[in-house]
């Protein structure tokens, strides 16, 4: 275990629903809540568990919406009450973070904040370890610093960093400059990207000084930054606070940090990444899930779920038990089945990105209640 | 409708679970209970809404085990007591039929039986009573008379009759002779047969008087005769009746009629046959209930299932819902769901024939609870 470090506080927003894993994923059961690699622990916790080495654990702060409060108090025990942020309704990524940067930086002006998705699963604990720390030295510079993911295939469900020159960085020697940002690429594109080597994937992980962060927030989206500051300056005074979050919180600008930080920073120089040569993924759908949970093996049948009473024959794809019904799956290959007490998910591999379309759909047809 | 046919008796034998519609069709509610056509109703009703004006409803008699007798005689309230021939323990047909043939004969000698199963679909109410008449006016003359199904396709799922020549029957202008039983065939045998015309599927209807067709049994299968005829005397006195069914039934030879009765029947001239020219489906297996609701087009899902909430997108085949829950389908062809309350089933038409198999896997796993 490595010695936490001084001047570090990890951030974690836990706020995605994860759509595109219904019914798994609801409203009421994040994807962050769930266990999905069989580990006995969810994604939360195995965040969580991974942090706190770095940062300590009392320098960890949660943010994360009303309604999933109490479930995030139950996985994490030792979440002290100053470290929990409560969005009022989710304003996207800019906005949380942006706000624990902005609560942080007044509690402690020189304070380096890491901001690491609550979702993700991570395989690698001294690698992860090391790109971190290297990210907090880069941070120390004054540059934002992303932790990139060297490709394992062309993907083309991932935003890319285009890597520039190296960063002479005491305490980083892998340290670069990034040259761009890239949207989602065609799979021609990926794979030109996967061949060049000098690309890596958005992994959604920011490390700076919160102030440094603030300061390209104030550049870029100065009336979100305003909202932030008005927010942060009554986060610490109990009374105080609830009449400014009613009146601010509605008026934050809703925009992705991509967009409101890491791309103009990019354009600016002032953006540096450190490659993170663990196992990443951020689990997007069932395919992601299915790969993940099959040892690799495509002609495997994942089944995840702690009581999946599973009979299978000639399949392959995945099984997702949450009840404790019988499930018998014949000669279906790809398949993904997810079951849960009030709907039932039966689709392929191919098609998983699609399951956010079925959402949208239930809540068009006033079929909410499962969502 | 037709006056009903004096000298004919109707009989139902409701006796198998139809373990290839598992996890639908299960011990304690076996095909016949349920309404596979979305009619509204089971097929044990249709087939009794389809017998009783050929012979009145006071002259069905329905086989069963006693499992199901609460069952039938809720789907069937004018069942008369006399007419519910309880089985102790399933014996197979030959013993089924051959029992109803016993006791209706000693009551009535010179009675007609039909025996129809309590499972199959048919549509053609005209066609189907003009069948059983030509088949009562053949089996008056002392044949035993199958109704054969002219094919629609080259099935390896049936029995064929073979048909042979005309027989003169007055009141049965289409009587043939039957030259041969065959047992299911493989596909270059049953596209032979279906080019040929001449040869019927096996519907498992058989006509008869009922001493003709003791006289068959008691040719073929002389224990299984003796076993029906003790069984039968003593059936109509309920003190008597208990004690000689302990000790009968259990040595009941456990034979199909088609073995015990038609084949052998067929040997020596004495079968008989009608084509029915009415659409009939055994719904053997989850490919023939897909085919049956989808309107005849494969590109369909067909939905079973009152309160079935299906969400589908380019999908087709089949889904049979008996939960509330909600199911969605996603890019799925020829897919097979069966979703109950404690059991689920995911296969594809082409493999709907396993199914049974996987009941059988249930079983040895002890995971029986669930059949």
Chains 1, 2 share one sequence.
């Not at 930086?105 to 290297?134: K, L, M, N, Y």
């Not at 300061?215 to 500051?229: C, F, K, S, V």
């Not at 997810?338 to 047809?365: I, M, N, Y």
Request: charged share 25%; with cysteine; hydrophobic share 45%.
């Amino acid at each position: 275990m490595p010695e936490p470090i001084e001047d570090f506080y990890a951030v974690i927003p836990a706020g995605g629903i994860g759509s595109r894993l219904w019914p798994l994923s609801r409203a009421d059961a994040p994807k962050f809540l769930h266990d999905l690699t069989g580990s006995g622990q969810t994604l939360l916790r195995d965040t969580w568990d991974r942090l706190a080495p770095l940062s300590g654990p009392d320098r960890i702060a949660v943010v994360t919406g009303r309604a999933h409060r109490a479930a995030v108090e139950r996985e994490l025990p030792e979440l002290a009450d100053l470290n929990v942020i409560l969005e009022s309704e989710p304003r996207d990524s800019a906005a949380a973070i942006g706000l624990a940067a902005a609560i942080l930086s007044r509690r402690e002006p020189e304070v380096i904040i890491g901001s690491f998705a609550a979702d993700h699963v991570i395989r690698g604990t001294r690698t992860f370890e090391f790109a971190v720390q290297q990210a907090v030295a880069v941070a120390r510079e004054g540059y934002i610093c992303t932790i990139g993911i060297p490709p394992t295939e062309p993907s083309v469900g991932f935003g890319y960093i285009k890597k520039g020159g190296e960063l002479p960085v005491d305490g980083a020697p892998e340290a670069a400059s990034v040259e761009r940002f890239v949207e989602k690429p065609d799979l021609e594109t990926a794979r030109e990207y996967y061949g060049d080597r000098s690309y890596m994937w958005n992994a959604g992980m920011f490390i700076s000084r919160a102030d440094v962060l603030l300061g390209e927030i104030a550049e870029n989206q100065p009336e979100l930054y305003a909202g932030l500051m008005e927010l942060a300056e009554v986060w610490d005074d109990r009374d105080a606070r609830g009449p400014v979050v009613d009146r601010v919180w509605p008026t934050l600008t809703k925009i992705a940090i991509d967009y409101a930080v890491a791309e103009p920073a990019a354009e600016k120089g002032r953006l540096a990444v450190i490659p993170g040569h663990f196992d990443w993924d951020d689990v997007g759908d069932f395919a992601s899930l299915a790969k993940l949970n099959s040892g690799g093996r495509k002609e495997n049948l994942a089944i995840l779920g702690a009581n999946a009473r599973v009979l299978a024959d000639a399949s392959s794809g995945i099984v997702v038990s949450q009840t404790a019904r019988v499930i018998s799956v014949i000669g279906v290959k790809d398949i993904v089945i997810v079951d849960t007490a009030d709907a039932l998910l039966v689709t392929t591999s191919e098609h998983a990105q699609r399951v956010k379309g079925v959402v949208d759909a239930l809540k068009l047809t006033g079929r909410g209640d499962v969502l």
